[in-house]
């Protein structure tokens, strides 16, 4: 008989416990999914859409984020109308951007110009400027956007009249007749010499002959020869485009009789630099120096000190002897160094 009541109380208590038990979970359950946020779906740009833009159902799209994270400048689906209503782009909207209030404004609004999307891509503090290119100068092509490049730069120096600031030497001229009129000014005349260009007198020096000791003047045989120096001028500098930029950011393609027409070849490359840097590209594009991109690693940052490369510095740096004046010389005579006709290279013939 005891041991039926112990029985008895034992399952009462299992029975309380399990109770209590189901109760708690079902409370925890309903807590935890009270606080579980729910989602919404909001609008973000469907594709890119330019500046002024109109925003209309075909450029949108949304996504999916939980209730927490919404913020009362985005649209949600409820809100399309509100959207789409005489709605265009402030500013350029790049695809998958959450659109919030700021970015649009009422078509009746004007839009602030900020300036072309490219011009975002120059840091602050920097230019970008364009210079003239070709096949040569990119690198046979293989230098495009984004390219990171060194500029090289050759000069031409010649000698000047530092007063006249002509190409030495100069020309010649003959004093004769000075002297002084009796109770007035002196008196000179000036015998101007032959146009040097027909062969007239060219100022030169004077010498001595070693062996027959007698003096001689010697003339320039030809006009003074240009010295030359090529030298890296600027370090990784990063290349915004290659070519021109479009006219308008939706100007298409032209074409002829259907098709696309024919790529051309760029003759400018814009690069970015620093306005120091700017001002000095500027000044030997209009000096006539000769530039050339040299491409680069895009992560390699070191800088190289580099040699200016001059006639004397190629002689001496890879051990290029000047020819000795010899007794005898090879025949037929040669004037200037012409790369040889092989069979294979293509001919071109222009018609009769």
Request: charge should be negative; glycine fraction near 6%.
């Amino acid at each position: 008989m005891r041991r039926g009541r112990i029985l008895i109380f034992v399952v009462l208590i299992l029975l309380v416990g399990i109770a209590v038990a189901f109760f708690g979970v079902q409370q925890f359950l309903q807590s935890r999914q009270a606080q579980a946020p729910t989602s919404v779906e909001v609008y973000v740009a469907g594709q890119n859409i330019p500046q002024g833009g109109e925003i209309t159902e075909s450029v949108l799209s949304t996504i999916t984020i939980p209730q927490d994270k919404v913020v009362s400048v985005m649209f949600t689906r409820d809100e399309l109308a509100q959207l789409t209503t005489n709605k265009i782009a402030r500013f350029p909207l790049d695809q998958g951007v959450v659109i919030t209030e700021p970015m649009v404004v009422d078509k009746s609004v004007a839009v602030a110009v900020e300036g072309p999307q490219w011009a975002a891509l120059v840091p602050p503090g920097m230019t970008a400027l364009s210079i003239p290119s070709s096949r040569l100068t990119l690198s046979s092509f293989a230098v495009a956007d984004g390219a990171h490049v060194n500029v090289n730069a050759c000069f031409l120096f010649v000698d000047v009249d530092p007063n006249f600031q002509t190409v030495l030497p100069d020309n010649v001229s003959t004093l004769t007749g000075t002297g002084v009129v009796q109770n007035g000014l002196p008196v000179l005349s000036l015998a101007a010499s032959p146009n040097p260009a027909e062969g007239g007198a060219v100022q030169g020096r004077l010498e001595l002959d070693p062996s027959l000791q007698q003096p001689f003047y010697l003339t320039p045989s030809e006009k003074q020869r240009p010295r030359t120096v090529c030298q890296l001028l600027l370090q990784d500098v990063v290349v915004m485009k290659v070519g021109n930029f479009p006219l308008t950011e939706t100007a298409a393609q032209p074409t002829e009789g259907g098709q696309a027409a024919p790529v051309q070849a760029p003759d400018v490359v814009t690069l970015i630099v620093s306005p120091q840097d700017a001002i000095t590209l500027t000044y030997l594009t209009y000096t006539n120096a000769q530039l050339q991109l040299a491409l680069r690693n895009p992560g390699d940052q070191s800088r190289q000190a580099t040699e200016a490369a001059t006639l004397q510095f190629v002689l001496s740096q890879y051990n290029i002897p000047v020819p000795a004046k010899l007794p005898y010389a090879t025949q037929p005579r040669i004037d200037a160094l012409v790369a040889p006709v092989l069979p294979n290279d293509a001919v071109t013939t222009t018609g009769q």
